[in-house]
């Protein structure tokens, strides 16, 4: 029996908050925007009243189909599922829920949709922050395909190097199954806990390495996919010229084109050496300009993480005026001393500052070199990323990430326009707030910066409401300034505004007419990313 | 006034061989193989008969439209003109070959193809192996779009290091144009002198760097398609994870969307540190063992090309036993003397053989270090590898190349049973001959193995259905065990059958839509790749 998710946060029931944690926690941030928060409290299950079901499984469906309250709940959201677990708010519940435990109930759930006509949502890991799962407002019924008893790694090529993995498969049990083998997937993804493979390639997920193959596309061996016309599945091939790259119209469907049962995945052997350096700066100019120094060099290092003042001070003990930029190699086999003695001089060229004795390297042995440093730290913050949003909900605590990414000569400009729209909507709506910036991937040609932004709650507005104003203020933005709406969050239903305006019209009359040669009912997550 | 380009060779006409190269090397074959070979007569340009034009420019765009008998002829084909030249063999003919010299040019042709309804060829550099460029057999007239006069470098944004290039421009003057800023594409196919930048995108070319970045694909920041529907131009964007990458449905087009009328493209600073070593391996599996694990160790060399040991043996002098590993690595500021060093350990642990001294570290100065080797002498071969084709034309060799891509796993059965194949259709066809492979570019999780064959001409037969047998039964044991019908020669209309088996059907109707939503009418290379 697998452990039950929060119904309001990202994570498990038992990880839930204490109320003792969230009365702190509303004490603390009380203080700090000097106003008064109560943590309100959260309907349980028992009190939810949702719309009846509109359809109910028949019965050779039954015994993987659920339209238990928790169910239709817990699946009409992702990661906003916080901001409407506090007000009960479940408008537009799938009617059933299918958890399929094989390919053939798979398709038996799907030939079923068809017949009756109803719209189909897969659900992955539920952590989508851009309403990628979220029901559409649609006359027809609505069926959930939940993907999590899909989850084993299948086969493992050891002498490719790749393996088959069920695409429901969450983040840690993934590399509790390539582990013992003596490989990993090595993409982590900040949900990685909890999100899944199927998710990932749906999403053009943006993983651990932060230059070169930033993305789970290049990790793609080969999909398999579930359309309303049946299986669409690309020959395992570690590199093609033939035509246009079927696996790249399937990374970043979204589920418009169908469900993703199983993909081979390109996997590695653990890294045993490691070479690792926080390097300072005396600004963030300083800090992007050397960042930009580094990746146009080629050596691909796994991590080059840049953080501006304001979050070198918070999460490393910075002193607020300087830059943090992060500089990690790994291999599995091969010291990486050398290349971060090479890396270390170029951020030193550019005015970065950093001891020798702060530099970090580990030859695969018990004791590396080095002392710990503003690193460790940094990277504790990171991975405890999505602490603090349980224990915030309903607080009315407006804050949330988004992120781009732009071309060098038009990043320092971006970067001011952002910041002053973002600023210039925490101050109209929460009267005052912060933003923050990292980069968690860099190309040759650009940065992909990473924003983080907090403002207090002002009442008398929707908290909803005032987190979309702020957002469609960085957004504007961002598609003003020629950045991306997403680097790696996906579209959503909350991003296709912006979409449509950075993608060629053209390309969007192809993806819909290819959408409707496999799915001619229009029956998967209508209206992300094509369709009204 | 631009040299005019052979009409039977790849290459311009002043470097057609001489009447007595043809004879010398028609006594050369003719001795190794046992027959009596005389290079036939080339019929002049005045000496072919084409079908009279089915349609006249109108006044508007004759200008830049031709319909004489050479532009006609030289536009019947890429390639493989050299075979049909020698015989006079023009049947379908385009009807009229344009030269737009301008975007607006290019929309006003492409505007009247529309208007009357004809098919539209987009030819870059003719160096198509595959009839990527030959007209169909299709009762429509055919109007032939040369991007040639399209050539320009007309932007470089150098600190994000990318370039605006127009499509038509060649290979060598597009380095011409990079190299006084200090920037490079670096993307060299074997075709580089013959291929025009459009043209690599269109087929997803194959380049320079043997691992990592080996195609096209990756160097594409944005580009600008003209459809029969209008401009499709992708935001210049250094990464994003917005839905399927609407780049990459146009990489690999083969022109079936649109034509492509220029590109933003990912340059580089020129290199100064070049490391290279040449290591010798006992037997051909012992030097594909070794290079699985240097490639695995991803250090991406920029060369990592294997020999086998026949050619070894004809390209660079070794013994006719052992098998060559070159490994490189380059850098615009940084030594390469590490890498080598260590990827030179990994061959030796798997038995490679080479001498210290014959290490080549140049780490920018004048003078490197190390010997001059057999890799010299191999590269010296490869540069010149369309060399003697032009001479042999019309003595009726059977000789081609042909390649793939496949996983590690499947790798040595697939070689064993494509050689089988091709040397079983060589002796049927020419009673004997011989078929030698190397890698142009592997990955972690597989080779991308590259043949070529020769054989006699018997005669008797046709040679175009010898060479079409021939490779016939190289592509059906190339699907059979497991490839890609190209890794980088692109489907045109010769893989067609083959690629038909190689990918999802449900993928062929998502293309075929997606080609209908912005090309109705079916204009453009109709049968390339989808349709009848």
Not at 87 to 109: I, K, Q, T
Not at 328 to 335: P, R, T, V
């Amino acid at each position: 029996m697998k452990p039950r998710r929060s119904l309001w946060m990202l994570g498990l029931e038992s990880e839930e908050p204490s109320e003792q944690s969230r009365a702190e926690l509303a004490a603390g941030l009380s203080q700090r925007f000097g106003v008064t928060l109560q943590p309100p409290r959260i309907p349980s299950v028992a009190e939810l009243q949702l719309r009846p079901p509109r359809l109910s499984p028949p019965d050779t469906l039954a015994g993987f189909c659920r339209t238990d309250t928790w169910e239709r709940a817990y699946h009409s959201y992702g990661y906003d599922r916080t901001d409407h677990a506090v007000f009960g708010h479940y408008p537009n519940p799938p009617d059933v829920v299918a958890h399929p435990r094989s390919e053939a109930e798979l398709a038996a759930v799907l030939d079923w949709c068809s017949d009756r006509g109803c719209c189909v949502i897969p659900y992955g890991g539920g952590s989508s922050v851009v309403g990628g799962v979220t029901p559409p407002e649609d006359p027809r019924p609505i069926v959930t395909v939940a993907l999590d008893e899909l989850d084993q790694v299948l086969e493992i090529d050891d002498v490719s190097r790749a393996a088959r993995i069920q695409a429901g498969v969450f983040g840690p049990h993934l590399e509790d199954q390539l582990r013992p083998h003596g490989f990993t997937l090595r993409h982590f993804p900040q949900s990685f806990a909890a999100s899944t493979l199927g998710g990932w390639i749906a999403t053009r997920s943006g993983g651990h390495y932060a230059t070169n193959h930033t993305h789970i596309d290049d990790m793609v061996e080969s999909v398999r996919l579930l359309t309303p016309r049946g299986w669409w599945e690309t020959r395992r091939l570690p590199g093609s010229g033939a035509g246009p790259d079927p696996n790249r119209l399937v990374i970043g469907s979204e589920g418009i084109l169908g469900i993703i049962s199983q993909a081979w995945m390109r996997i590695q052997a653990r890294p045993r050496f490691r070479a690792t350096a926080g390097v300072r700066f005396a600004s963030w100019q300083a800090g992007f300009d050397a960042c930009r120094h580094v990746v146009q060099a080629k050596q691909w290092p796994a991590n080059l993480r840049l953080l501006d003042p304001e979050l070198a001070a918070g999460s490393a003990g910075l002193d607020g005026s300087q830059a943090l930029l992060i500089i990690g190699f790994e291999s599995a086999e091969l010291s990486q001393a050398a290349n971060i003695a090479q890396a270390v001089a170029m951020a030193r060229a550019g005015g970065g500052v950093v001891d020798d004795a702060d530099i970090v390297v580990d030859d695969g042995a018990e004791q590396a070199t080095g002392r710990p440093s503003a690193v460790g730290r940094w990277r504790q913050s990171f991975a405890g990323g999505g602490a603090g949003i349980g224990a915030a909900a309903g607080l009315g605590l407006v804050a949330g990430t988004f992120e781009t990414a732009v071309t060098w000569d038009r990043w320092p400009a971006l970067d001011a326009a952002v910041r002053a729209a973002t600023q210039a909507a925490l101050d109209a709506v929460c009267g005052g707030g912060t933003v923050n910036c990292r980069f968690t991937h860099v190309y040759p040609d650009g940065p992909a910066p990473y924003y983080t932004y907090f403002g207090a709650f002002r009442s008398g507005a929707h908290l909803l409401d005032q987190q979309a104003a702020v957002k469609a203020a960085a957004s504007d933005a961002i598609i003003a300034a020629g950045g991306t709406i997403t680097h790696h969050h996906a579209v959503g239903r909350q991003h296709r505004p912006w979409y449509d305006q950075e993608r060629p019209t053209l390309f969007a009359d192809a993806l819909a007419a290819a959408k409707a040669a496999v799915d001619p009912a229009g029956l998967l997550n209508p209206g992300v990313l094509v369709g009204p």
